[in-house]
């Protein structure tokens, strides 16, 4: 599979810019194990977005933290990576 080039948190982290204003929110960790998910299924950000449905690019910006996913779009982005998300009571 070749690199992704719309690969938006790598060319920032390559770039030295600051993280996004939605990086480090308390949907993080979903994010960062959404991102993981792709990686370990060798999917590009392109492909989680013709998968979706969504427009080119889309992937990249919801990973760089550029969009505020809500909880449909985290359902879409988990059900395209292979995943399903669990609500549990606060305890």
Request: glycine fraction near 10%; include cysteine.
């Amino acid at each position: 599979m070749q690199d992704d080039p719309g690969d938006v948190v790598r060319k920032n982290r390559q770039h030295g810019r600051a993280p996004n204003k939605w990086q480090g929110g308390p949907h993080w960790p979903l994010i960062e194990t959404l991102i993981q998910q792709r990686q370990n299924l060798g999917m590009s950000q392109w492909d989680v977005d013709f998968e979706a449905g969504w427009s080119m690019g889309y992937c990249g910006k919801l990973e760089a933290g550029m969009r505020r996913p809500g909880i449909d779009l985290f359902y879409e982005w988990a059900t395209v990576l292979d995943c399903e998300i669990i609500i549990l009571p606060q305890s």
